[in-house]
């Protein structure tokens, strides 16, 4: 069974960054394909950002590209997401998301069948 746990959020100021950390456990890490989705309050949960098995591939929401990084370390059994110059819209709970396979859409959240619990995010002077 995959169990997925989210770390490293909090309050920042505009402008800020901030780095997120999924650790994954009880498979093959390499395996999988990962995102991050994330969700405001009152509306659903969003595509952020997506990695391939090597982390030779990855892709963004229009909304954060240029400003944040998804990568992966297959020794650490853990994805990251790399956030910058944050913007209050960016408040939300960041979730990581795991699959074997994307049949569909990778920003497609019913796409994937393992997630975390999810972590705070922020962004306010």
């Known amino acids: 069974q995959v169990q997925l746990e989210e770390s490293g959020g909090g309050l920042v100021q505009p402008g800020g960054s901030l780095r997120l950390s999924c650790a994954f456990s009880?498979?093959?890490?390499?395996?999988?394909?990962l995102a991050w989705f994330r969700q405001a309050p009152g509306t659903q949960r969003d595509f952020v950002a997506f990695?391939?098995?090597?982390?030779?591939?990855?892709y963004y929401a229009d909304s954060v590209k240029g400003r944040f990084d998804i990568s992966r370390d297959n020794a650490k059994n853990t994805v990251y997401l790399q956030m910058n110059i944050l913007k209050p819209e960016d408040t939300a709970v960041y979730y990581c998301?795991?699959?074997?396979?994307?049949?569909?859409?990778?920003?497609?959240?019913?796409?994937?069948?393992?997630w975390g619990q999810g972590t705070q995010v922020t962004v306010s002077s």
């Open positions: 009880g498979r093959d890490f390499s395996n999988y394909l």
């Open positions: 998301a795991a699959t074997l396979t994307v049949r569909g859409r990778y920003t497609d959240a019913g796409e994937y069948e393992n």
């Open positions: 990695i391939n098995w090597s982390g030779s591939s990855s």
